[in-house]
């Protein structure tokens, strides 16, 4: 096939609208299509729509094909509406059959090269979907044996694009395309969850000290610091896995604005019965059309979830850098595997590039939220403009927080390793029993320990035991206690 940029750049695109223009709309618009002096060959299935915009917006480079699961979604929504148009009596059977044929077609995914518009299209989606509307129509006529750009049997407008608009098949596409991707994320959650349950239980009995502001705090166990990963992370997948389910309300059936102009009586609830059909999930209407034309809020939900999930993942993975710092001259407590060199001047160093590679991501995620929730308040009057930088951002770094997840799971937590002796020795270096003995000698008393031991460059055990506060067979003990938590249940 010609490309269309190579002609483009032959020709210029003024003259391909131009000449594309009197072809598909003027009176010779069932004999071919051209690009000035270049016939379009008959088997690039877009047309006029699609042009205008790959001469409007030569933003990001990547096409809406390029987007995971919106063009399943939007074909999904066209082969629905064809089967209702059918049902209520709008559209033939031989139409509707023709349309439905395409659509599966489009759906294997042969068709992409053809699905050119580009991500960030600013027309608040009408390209996009008329880029596909062309595409089901060209097709239904070459399914037909009639040439691409006979327009006569399948029109994009009259028959595929039946009883529906731009402002509400966009949004129930976007939705459907988010949920069908974050479908993996409550998964990737749970299962890195799940690698830290079994650190958990294999340090249950590991003491370390507990730090507050990077400063000895006092003791407690490996098992509580690697449970509190698990807890938290079970909470996102938990409320991931709720919000996504809020996108299954769609504004699908409101047309223009809400009021469902231009559909047939009957069309709505049939378009809803097919799609859930289609989908294998039951999609319901917005309570209220209105509300449902001109709101992403549930898209912005999820993405703020998205974002506090990968800030969780962000905490986890600077603690391991900490843990692991150093190893020698730092806390060293744990070790994560080595995966590659960590250097190229100084040999046998090893960095924790795995939590680097995840707090990179949630930086892009936190930045990517950003400009979803802007997007999403900036809807104006009956509609949102700017659903397609929301699908384009939402996906992309919902796909990043789950990879993120899979590769801390499997490159970095089920390999780490805790180094009990120098958990040991951290701990009874430090002044983390001081806490512990507050309650019998009082916090003053305590301090005056921690003062001499600051002051004489000697452990705090070591003078605590000089002054009788306690036994050198008590510091385990005390230390076992301190980390109970039951004995503040």
């Known amino acids: 096939m010609l490309e269309l940029g190579r002609t483009c750049r032959l020709v210029g695109i ?28 008959a088997d690039a299935l877009y047309g006029i729509n699609t042009v205008r915009a ?16 919106f063009v399943p979604a939007l074909v999904m929504i066209k082969e629905a509406a064809a089967l209702a148009n059918l049902e209520i009596g709008a559209l033939s059977a031989q139409k509707a059959e023709a349309i439905v044929e395409a659509c599966q077609e489009i759906r294997t995914g042969k068709y992409d090269v053809h699905l050119i ?16 509307n062309e595409v089901i129509a060209n097709l239904a006529a070459r399914l037909a044996g009639k040439p691409a750009g006979d327009y006569t049997f ?24 988010v949920f069908r991707v974050s479908e993996g994320t409550s998964l990737a959650l749970m299962q890195l969850a799940a690698a ?8 249950s009995q590991t003491l370390r000290l507990g730090r507050t502001c990077l400063q000895d705090a006092v003791p407690m166990l490996f098992g509580q610091t690697f449970g509190g990963y698990q807890a938290v992370l079970e909470r996102h997948a938990k409320y991931v896995e709720q919000l996504r389910r809020q996108l299954l309300v769609v504004p699908l059936g409101g047309t223009a604005v809400g009021t469902g102009l231009n559909s ?10 097919h799609l859930s059909a289609l989908i294998c999930q039951e999609i319901k209407p917005a309570a209220d059309p209105f509300d449902g034309m001109q709101n992403l809020d549930a898209c912005a939900r999820l993405s703020a979830e998205v974002r506090h999930s990968a800030n969780s993942l962000w905490k986890i993975a600077n603690d391991l850098m900490v843990l692991s710092s150093g190893p020698v001259a730092a806390v060293g407590e744990i070790a994560l595997p080595a995966i590659q060199a960590g250097s190229s001047i100084m040999p046998g160093k090893v960095n924790p590039v795995v939590p680097i590679a995840v707090c990179q991501a949630a930086f892009a995620i936190s930045g990517n939220d950003a400009a979803v929730a802007m997007a999403c308040q ?17 996906i992309d770094f919902i796909i990043l927080l789950q990879r993120s997840a899979t590769i801390l799971r499997e490159r970095c937590v089920r390999s780490l390793t805790v180094d009990e002796e120098r958990c040991q020795q951290n701990l009874l270096a430090s002044t983390g029993l001081a806490a512990a003995l507050v ?41 076992r206690r301190a980390a109970d938590v039951s004995r503040a249940e």
């Open 196 to 203: 830290f349950s079994e650190k958990k239980i294999q340090h």
């Open 378 to 394: 900036q809807g104006l009057l009956e509609i949102n403009c700017y659903g397609m930088l929301v699908c384009d951002r939402l």
């Open 264 to 273: 047939r009586p009957g069309y709505k609830r049939a378009i809803f019965q």
């Open 154 to 177: 399948v029109h994009p407008n009259d028959h595929v694009n039946l009883g529906q608009s731009t402002n509400d098949v966009i949004p129930t596409a976007i939705k459907l395309a």
């Open 54 to 69: 790959l001469e409007n917006f030569p933003l990001t480079g990547r096409t809406i094909a390029a987007l995971p699961q």
């Open 117 to 132: 518009v580009d991500a960030l299209e600013g027309s608040g989606g009408t390209s996009s979907n008329m880029n596909l």
């Open 439 to 479: 309650p019998e000698f009082g916090y003053a008393n305590v301090a005056a320990i921690v003062r001499a031991a600051h002051d004489e460059h000697r452990s705090f055990l070591e003078i605590a035991i000089e002054r009788g506060l306690l036994g050198q067979n008590d510091v385990h003990s005390l230390m």
């Open 14 to 41: 003024s003259r391909v609208v131009e000449t594309l223009e009197s072809y598909c709309h003027g009176p010779n618009a069932n004999r071919g299509r051209y690009l000035g002096k270049k016939e379009l060959p």
